[in-house]
């Protein structure tokens, strides 16, 4: 060692004696105390002792020298500058080799750096990168709250040259179901058992016994129970989550900074039975973490991870989610929920090609042929209809949930691929509210209390049919001559309700049966079925049966419509507009499109719900005049209206909520009590456990005066009651 020293200082105070200062970086093997010699050094001879060419180094300015490479450090040399957190200044090639190769210590006071640089490899000649740079420092800065401590040294982030396994069975084990091994006498064990409530109520009270109606409605609902205060992670079934996120060019500076603290928000809430991975994608897709439990050591892993995410590269959608739906397809174990979280902020720009080699600016247009096309390029898992003959039904689907960033995302494709395997759509217009977006997410995805839910309907009467039963996304079938009606609705979150309306036929009633049956028609039987998502035992629930009266005249109260059906029937008019508006919009014919919603929003206001001043009535009513101002211009709408739009639809289809815009339910409450009224818009269907992590989230972004005012008052928003 002593004689590869001594050759090495040789050499070097050779190279020293020249006018220029090559970047030579400093090699591992080096003792931290052997310096090389700095150029103010250059008439010392090469013989002196190691501790007196440190103490001539240690006397000069760290900030105008390069520790490693002893080169200057002035700018505009045409070198990139890296300052540490201690606050210490490096080429940024020569300290991002030096942790390439494991080095994450200060080489001049030894402190240990949380935010370290990575370089990640050129993309030459690639004619689809979104004008990125070749190498990027991007570090999250946790706030308090997060990461405690210091990082453990056996926890280091994935280096981006790692190889990745072949196959992706390496997932963490699952832990012991608690609450199967919990004491059966224990509160959380006896107070468990709380059931999905079914209600069924017709839009008229009485008909008379001579009339029929071809379309008389019955609004049938369900909602779930809520998640026990003591017992939240007992309570619900646990996740394996993948996100799938974009770090192209395009995502540089604050969209990387805020998504990586977005993401570490959402670590930090899941639970030590919930599993994640992350999947990363630019120009290809890679998987930075595997499917490991939110332990303690697993989060902090997690976050290393997130931490040495950099951008670069163009935006290749499909291989990432390829990539994401193979870490769910090939784990050796499942948790009972799984999904995957998609977020870009831009268009394919290795796929769009394949749809369509004619444009060059949009990946998937509103043409629905080009939509399929785009989606035929995804895996099975979450695109049924790419499945094979005959393997339908084997595997269940994998809901994906996007989040189209800024205004430059495809927000056509990102709509298509969330609808066709049954996530949502969400539309994050500024930057600043993607944590918020995130925590209204896996808000629901962490209180999934029943699985597999179906809701059936019999008809009891002779002559009363099904006609038709609108349910939006959710599969639905009428069966044995509209005797039969079934709903598949499947997981459902704490305390969220759907509701549906089933269109019937009902004869006019005869004297004989008038006699006989008191003067009634029995319309329909209602019941579920589900699988609890702690106990995993099958539940079926029934409600009571559905009749009317059949007088022979009616009174007053017997022609007051039912005001739950009523707001159904205007949710869904109101839906139906919107998507007849978007597509005109499409075609370009904005005036057309905003005379729909001017008469969608007439009729609305004059229902009787409205009328009565129906909280859900007043959102609608806002929500089509958001849209029109949207559609100003055909400029506007292409920037942010057809986002906005799709994200409204996608939460209308699936009853579920969805982010849109720069506002959610919570951010415009919470921006009144701030005192900042430009937030405009609500979003509907919330949870509370929703509600509650979206104020989680926005408290933590809050300076200390507001937090102390937010704590100070209670913030409940309801629009679906009554």
Same mark, same amino acid.
């Given at each position: 060692?002593?004689?590869?020293?001594?050759?090495?200082?040789?050499?070097?105070?050779?190279?020293?004696?020249?006018?220029?200062?090559?970047?030579?970086?400093?090699?591992?093997?080096?003792?931290?105390?052997?310096?090389?010699?700095?150029?103010?050094?250059?008439?010392?001879?090469?013989?002196?002792?190691?501790?007196?060419?440190?103490?001539?180094?240690?006397?000069?300015?760290?900030?105008?020298?390069?520790?490693?490479?002893?080169?200057?450090?002035?700018?505009?040399?045409?070198?990139?500058?890296?300052?540490?957190?201690?606050?210490?200044?490096?080429?940024?090639?020569?300290?991002?080799?030096?942790?390439?190769?494991?080095?994450? $210590?200060?080489?001049?006071?030894?402190?240990?750096?949380?935010?370290?640089?990575?370089?990640?490899?050129?993309?030459?000649?690639? @004619?689809?990168?979104?004008?990125?740079?070749?190498?990027?420092?991007?570090?999250?800065?946790?706030?308090?709250?997060?990461?405690?401590?210091? =990082?453990?040294?056996?926890?280091?982030?994935?280096?981006?040259?790692?190889?990745?396994?072949?196959?992706?069975?390496?997932?963490?084990?699952?832990?012991?179901?608690?609450?199967?091994?919990?004491?059966?006498?224990?509160?959380?064990?006896?107070?468990?058992?709380?059931?999905?409530?079914?209600?069924?109520?017709?839009?008229?009270?009485?008909? =008379?016994?001579?009339?029929?109606?071809?379309?008389?409605?019955?609004?049938?609902?369900?909602?779930?129970?809520?998640?026990?205060?003591?017992?939240?992670?007992?309570?619900?079934?646990?996740?394996?989550?993948?996100?799938?996120?974009?770090?192209?060019?395009?995502?540089?500076?604050?969209?990387?900074?805020?998504?990586?603290?977005?993401?570490?928000? $959402?670590?930090?809430?899941?639970?030590?039975?919930?599993?994640?991975?992350?999947? +990363?994608?630019?120009?290809?897709?890679?998987?930075?973490?595997?499917?490991?439990?939110?332990?303690?050591?697993?989060?902090?892993?997690?976050?290393?991870?997130?931490?040495?995410?950099?951008?670069?590269?163009?935006?290749?959608?499909?291989?990432?989610?390829?990539?994401?739906?193979?870490?769910?397809?090939?784990?050796?174990?499942?948790? @009972?929920?799984?999904?995957?979280?998609?977020?870009?902020?831009?268009?394919?720009?290795?796929?769009?090609?394949?749809?369509?080699?004619?444009?060059?600016?949009?990946?998937?247009?509103?043409? @629905?042929?080009?939509?399929?096309?785009?989606?035929?390029?995804?895996?099975?898992?979450?695109?049924?209809?790419?499945?094979?003959?005959?393997?339908?039904?084997?595997?269940?689907?994998?809901?994906?949930?996007?989040?189209?960033?800024?205004? #430059?995302?495809?927000?056509?494709?990102?709509?298509?691929?969330?609808?066709?395997?049954?996530?949502?759509?969400?539309?994050?217009?500024?930057?600043?509210?993607?944590?918020?977006?995130?925590?209204?997410?896996?808000?629901?995805?962490?209180?999934?209390?029943?699985?597999?839910?179906?809701?059936?309907?019999?008809?009891?009467?002779?002559?009363?049919?099904?006609?038709?039963? @609108?349910?939006?996304?959710?599969?639905?079938?009428?069966?044995?001559?509209?005797?039969?009606?079934?709903?598949?609705?499947?997981?459902?979150?704490?305390?969220?309700?759907?509701?549906?309306?089933?269109?019937?036929?009902?004869?006019?009633?005869?004297?004989?049966?008038?006699?006989?049956?008191?003067?009634?028609?029995?319309?329909?039987?209602?019941?579920?079925?589900?699988?609890?998502?702690?106990?995993?035992?099958?539940?079926?629930?029934?409600?009571?049966?559905?009749?009317?009266?059949?007088?022979?005249?009616?009174?007053?109260? #017997?022609?007051?419509?039912?005001?739950?059906?009523?707001?159904?029937?205007?949710?869904?008019?109101?839906?139906?507009?919107?998507?007849?508006?978007?597509?005109?919009?499409?075609?370009?014919?904005?005036?057309?499109?905003?005379?729909?919603?001017?008469?969608?929003?007439?009729?609305?206001?004059?229902?009787?719900?409205?009328?009565?001043?129906?909280?859900?009535?007043?959102? $609608?009513?806002?929500?089509?005049?958001?849209?029109?101002?949207?559609?100003?211009?055909?400029?506007?709408?292409?920037?942010?209206?057809?986002?906005?739009?799709?994200?409204?639809?996608?939460?209308?289809?699936?009853?579920?909520?969805?982010?849109?815009?720069?506002? =959610?339910?919570?951010?415009?409450?919470?921006?009144?009590?701030?005192?900042?009224? +430009?937030?405009?818009?609500?979003?509907?269907?919330? =949870?509370?456990?929703?509600?509650?992590?979206?104020?989680?989230?926005?408290? $933590?972004?809050?300076?200390?005066?507001?937090?102390?005012?937010?704590?100070?008052?209670?913030?409940?928003?309801?629009?679906?009651?009554?």
């Amino acid at each position: 060692m002593a004689g590869s020293w001594n050759k090495l200082k040789k050499s070097l105070s050779l190279k020293l004696s020249s006018h220029s200062v090559p970047s030579l970086p400093r090699s591992p093997d080096i003792p931290r105390n052997d310096v090389v010699r700095s150029p103010s050094s250059r008439s010392s001879s090469s013989s002196s002792s190691t501790s007196r060419f440190s103490r001539s180094f240690s006397t000069r300015s760290s900030k105008k020298t390069c520790a490693i490479c002893l080169g200057n450090l002035k700018t505009g040399q045409g070198q990139a500058i890296f300052t540490a957190e201690c606050s210490h200044s490096f080429h940024f090639n020569c300290i991002a080799s030096s942790v390439r190769h494991g080095n994450q $210590l200060c080489p001049i006071c030894r402190s240990i750096w949380r935010d370290v640089p990575f370089q990640a490899p050129a993309n030459i000649g690639d @004619p689809q990168c979104n004008g990125m740079g070749r190498a990027r420092v991007s570090p999250y800065h946790p706030p308090p709250e997060d990461f405690h401590g210091q =990082t453990p040294r056996n926890l280091q982030p994935l280096s981006p040259q790692s190889p990745e396994p072949r196959h992706f069975s390496d997932d963490e084990p699952l832990v012991v179901n608690s609450a199967e091994s919990a004491d059966p006498t224990s509160p959380v064990s006896l107070s468990r058992p709380q059931l999905v409530t079914v209600k069924a109520l017709p839009e008229l009270p009485a008909i =008379t016994a001579s009339e029929s109606f071809r379309t008389f409605a019955v609004l049938v609902g369900i909602k779930a129970p809520a998640l026990l205060d003591d017992a939240h992670l007992l309570d619900r079934a646990p996740i394996d989550l993948v996100a799938v996120l974009d770090v192209s060019g395009s995502m540089a500076g604050s969209k990387l900074s805020l998504l990586k603290r977005a993401v570490c928000f $959402l670590i930090q809430n899941l639970g030590p039975s919930d599993r994640l991975s992350i999947v +990363s994608f630019s120009s290809t897709a890679r998987r930075i973490f595997p499917l490991r439990r939110m332990s303690d050591n697993g989060r902090e892993a997690a976050g290393l991870a997130i931490n040495s995410l950099t951008s670069s590269g163009g935006t290749n959608i499909v291989e990432g989610l390829k990539k994401g739906v193979r870490v769910l397809e090939e784990r050796s174990e499942q948790n @009972p929920v799984a999904s995957i979280i998609l977020l870009s902020d831009g268009k394919d720009t290795y796929n769009c090609d394949n749809v369509n080699r004619r444009q060059t600016s949009h990946c998937a247009s509103s043409n @629905p042929r080009q939509v399929l096309e785009y989606l035929n390029l995804l895996p099975a898992s979450i695109c049924p209809r790419n499945r094979e003959s005959g393997d339908e039904g084997r595997q269940a689907i994998i809901p994906v949930h996007t989040f189209g960033f800024g205004s #430059d995302h495809d927000s056509t494709a990102m709509h298509a691929i969330s609808d066709e395997s049954g996530g949502t759509f969400s539309f994050i217009e500024s930057v600043a509210t993607v944590q918020d977006a995130f925590a209204m997410c896996i808000g629901g995805l962490l209180s999934v209390v029943a699985q597999e839910l179906r809701l059936t309907v019999k008809s009891v009467s002779p002559g009363v049919h099904i006609e038709s039963i @609108p349910s939006g996304k959710y599969l639905s079938e009428i069966c044995d001559q509209g005797q039969q009606g079934v709903i598949d609705v499947g997981d459902l979150y704490a305390e969220e309700g759907k509701e549906f309306l089933i269109y019937l036929t009902v004869p006019e009633l005869s004297s004989a049966e008038g006699e006989e049956r008191v003067k009634r028609t029995t319309l329909l039987d209602v019941m579920c079925s589900y699988k609890d998502s702690v106990s995993k035992e099958v539940v079926q629930v029934e409600c009571e049966r559905v009749e009317i009266r059949r007088p022979e005249v009616l009174s007053p109260m #017997d022609m007051i419509v039912c005001l739950e059906v009523d707001r159904q029937r205007n949710r869904l008019w109101v839906a139906e507009g919107i998507a007849e508006a978007q597509r005109m919009a499409e075609t370009g014919n904005l005036e057309g499109a905003k005379a729909v919603l001017a008469h969608r929003r007439s009729t609305l206001l004059s229902s009787a719900s409205a009328q009565a001043g129906d909280g859900l009535c007043n959102w $609608l009513e806002s929500e089509l005049r958001e849209i029109r101002q949207r559609m100003a211009s055909m400029e506007l709408y292409e920037q942010t209206g057809r986002a906005y739009v799709l994200s409204g639809l996608s939460s209308h289809s699936w009853q579920r909520a969805t982010t849109r815009g720069d506002s =959610t339910t919570q951010i415009t409450l919470l921006s009144r009590e701030c005192g900042d009224s +430009s937030t405009s818009g609500v979003i509907g269907y919330e =949870t509370p456990s929703m509600v509650s992590m979206v104020t989680k989230s926005q408290t $933590l972004n809050l300076t200390p005066a507001q937090q102390s005012r937010r704590l100070n008052k209670s913030c409940s928003f309801n629009p679906r009651s009554g």
